[in-house]
């Protein structure tokens, strides 16, 4: 996958920095909000792919923070996924060593809960009811972020060779246009392939029309986080369901699609971007609010769905997360 031009994939840079919790001092490390309202329960120990993952802060805090066994962030912009080898380096840089102390060299960050740890937001559900989504995560905010935030930019990041973070998808290997993949050698980072940065990687792809290497594994966790109105102009309402199917067909059993769908008024200034986009959008006939549930539920066969919405507008992003559980099994070509 080449270096993209224009955003018209909703590939922006920076798009992390206008969502983040903390508006006053927005570290890349701030926890995001749409994960806020999620159960830690759901990543924590799980395969999670990130698709559309950006510049990877979303990946990171699921592998670090979240302590999912691995994280496979993918994204059809090869230099946003450049700019994820910054994000993993800062984050790396910034967490407390392990120490004798530890049980393990290679154990995760362990929890304390005298630590803080940023706010939890409540939750609404399907039926109206507020929960409080308080539920602790794994690693405490204390630990990562042991050491000042600019420490990164003015020593560098701790070294973290020996770790392949970066690969591309199989027809870009053949063609030599394989993304950076580090050769082993001595690490700071540790031993445990389950542990932050070890449980990362990513992958420069178009993953609606393009297979990597951990799809034939499966996942726990699929995350679409703001991608379906891209999906949809570009490739139109066949290549959405097509989309839709593959999340089906890549997930474990008892697995769960988590999407944030943008709404139908949103494809008005996106079909912008492109003069291909301003053609597509007409001939869609699919809409998020009416036939997206349909299509997810009845015809490809997830068996039910659950909504969290923020009870706050944050910065214009007022969306529903909604999840898609696959608790039976039904096949679909690929």
Known sequence: MSYIKDQSHGNYRHYYARRRVNDEYPLPLDQDERL???????????????VGCNSGEVAVELAQRYQASSVIGVDIDSALIDQCQHTVEHAFSLQKPATSDDSSASSPITPNVDSREPTRKKRKTKNGSVQDGSSKCSTRLVDRQYFPAFFPEIYGPIDIRGV?????????????????????????????????????????ADWTNTSIETDQSGYDVILGFSL????????LDEGLVKFFRKCYNSLNQGGVLILEKQSWKGYKQAKRSSQKLKQNYQVLKLRPETDFDRVLLEDIGFSKKETVKETETEKGFDRDIEMYWKLSTRLHPA
């Open 164 to 204: 392949s973070l970066w690969k591309s998808a199989p027809d870009e290997a053949n063609s030599g246009n394989k993304r950076t993949q580090r050769a082993e050698e001595p690490s700071d980072a540790p031993a445990s392939q389950t542990a932050f940065p070890r449980n990362l990687v990513f992958y420069s």
């Open 36 to 50: 806020s309202l999620l159960d830690p329960s759901l990543f924590k120990g799980k395969v999670v792919l990130d």
């Open 228 to 235: 379906t109105k891209w999906i949809h102009l570009h490739n």
